[in-house]
């Protein structure tokens, strides 16, 4: 029973255009979500979250948007670049401290393709 | 810094062998935790610990066991090896609160496992 769902294994865009990328979610309880980035034979790097008191969040080319009536999320890059093909993955927490409630339950992730 | 350290980066090992995933990092971070990625999954919990001598079971803890003597490692082992436990781990740290809302994990690189 997944949690935390993204239904596209993968996205392919053109440079300088924008990448959606999006996320659903089934636990209402889920407070706190987070988008990670991962390359291959690297680890997650953190990229940007957003708590649910907020609907938007920006940092730099990197926005993520929160609907919590619809249980969705996205994340939009602008203007995507080479360089952020990887593939995303989102995460969900109840709660931003440790312990059971606070761990990340993450979706499969999406590979995004930016061609140059 | 060095972050979180894994080692090894790559094993195989043979069905029943047995073998321990070294973890460690130097961000003095209280939390701790282990992650499997399985081909087109995205990552799923083993184990977690909150502190020094505090170990709690994550969604698939079964055939692993961790320890957490000091604040920095936090070994993950693998009794009676099996091919299902062919994947790729991930330790992460995180001290929540550092990052204003979410409980942010930093990952190490990864150890590619193959049980043969």
């Known amino acids: 029973d997944q949690q935390v769902k993204q239904n596209s294994p993968s996205l392919s865009v053109q440079e300088g255009r924008i990448s959606i990328l999006n996320c659903d979610y089934t636990?209402?309880?889920?407070?706190?979500f987070l988008w990670y980035k991962k390359y291959p034979a690297e680890g997650p790097t953190f990229l940007i979250s957003?708590?649910?008191?907020?609907d938007k969040n920006e940092d730099g080319r990197f926005t993520v948007f929160l609907n919590k009536s619809a249980k969705h999320l996205s994340l939009h890059i602008v203007p995507s670049q080479p360089g952020d093909s990887a593939v995303y993955f989102c995460?969900?927490?109840?709660?931003?401290?440790?312990?059971?409630?606070?761990?990340?339950?993450f979706g499969k992730g999406t590979k995004l393709s930016v061609k140059p | 810094n060095a972050g979180v350290t894994q080692t090894p980066k790559f094993r195989i090992l043979k069905i029943g062998q047995s073998m321990t995933l070294q973890c460690a990092q130097d961000?003095?971070?209280?939390?701790m935790y282990w992650y499997r990625q399985d081909p087109g999954m995205g990552l799923k919990l083993i184990y977690y610990?909150?502190?020094?001598?505090?170990?709690d079971k994550g969604e698939v803890p079964n055939g692993y066991n961790v320890s957490r003597s000091t604040t920095e490692d936090f070994p993950l082992r693998l009794e009676l090896a099996a091919p299902s436990q062919t994947s790729v781990y991930f330790c992460?740290?995180?001290?929540?609160?550092?990052?204003?809302?979410?409980?942010?994990?930093?990952f190490g690189a990864g150890s590619r496992l193959t049980v043969l």
């Open positions: 992460a740290s995180s001290q929540p609160g550092q990052f204003s809302g979410a409980n942010v994990l930093t």
């Open positions: 636990n209402s309880m889920f407070d706190y």
């Open positions: 957003i708590s649910s008191i907020k």
């Open positions: 995460a969900a927490s109840e709660v931003n401290y440790g312990g059971s409630q606070g761990n990340l339950i």
């Open positions: 961000m003095n971070h209280n939390y």
């Open positions: 610990s909150v502190g020094a001598g505090i170990t």
